[in-house]
């Protein structure tokens, strides 16, 4: 509560987008740029991209899964509320959506990180910690077009939180 006893006190979210491999696709780019420039009016947000590893000759999924996560895990501050996509996460609707992200400010979490993974997902050792395993959605998506629904969804998130008309219902 606030000094005054009235309202709870929430403190600005920082939200950190973390994603395996580079966006190449100009209409994805423009649409998370987009979302980003939406999503900047309620919270700070940072994207993060990290190198993706290349599967070779002799190289298992599993080792290419974990020098990603390494880099993924150089990129996090440990304080975060991590949310990685996965296909076999939980799923929810927009509205539920909204809703965990609001309460996460109300208990003081400043700090959440969605972590996306690239051509083989995320490592065993990422899903195990997070704190969420989340999926978009039952479909296979690419990982760069799993980006640009993530952003919606958090635009549509925040928007929701605030009882904006962009939802409906």
């Known amino acids: 509560m606030d000094i005054h006893g009235s309202f709870p006190i929430i403190r600005p979210m920082q939200v950190r987008i973390v994603v395996v491999g580079r966006c190449r696709s100009g209409y994805i780019k423009e649409g998370f740029e987009d979302y980003a420039r939406r999503i900047r009016r309620y919270t700070n947000l940072e994207e993060i991209e990290v190198r993706q590893e290349r599967a070779g000759k002799g190289r298992r999924v599993e080792e290419v899964l974990e020098r990603e996560a390494e880099r993924i895990r150089s990129r996090l501050s440990g304080d975060e509320y ?4 996965d296909v076999a996460g939980s799923e929810t609707d927009s509205e539920s959506f909204g809703w965990k ?20 997902g995320l490592a065993g ?5 997070a704190d969420l395993r989340l999926s978009l959605s039952q479909l296979t998506l690419p990982h760069e077009l799993a980006r640009l629904v993530l952003m919606e969804q958090l635009y549509r998130a925040f928007t929701i939180v605030r009882g904006e008309p962009y939802h409906k219902q």
Request: aromatic residues 6%; glycine residues 10%.
């Open 82 to 85: 991590v949310v990685a996509l």
């Open 101 to 120: 992200i609001e309460k996460l400010m109300l208990e003081g979490s400043s700090r959440l990180a969605f972590l996306v993974g690239g051509a083989y």
């Open 125 to 129: 050792s990422i899903l195990r910690n």
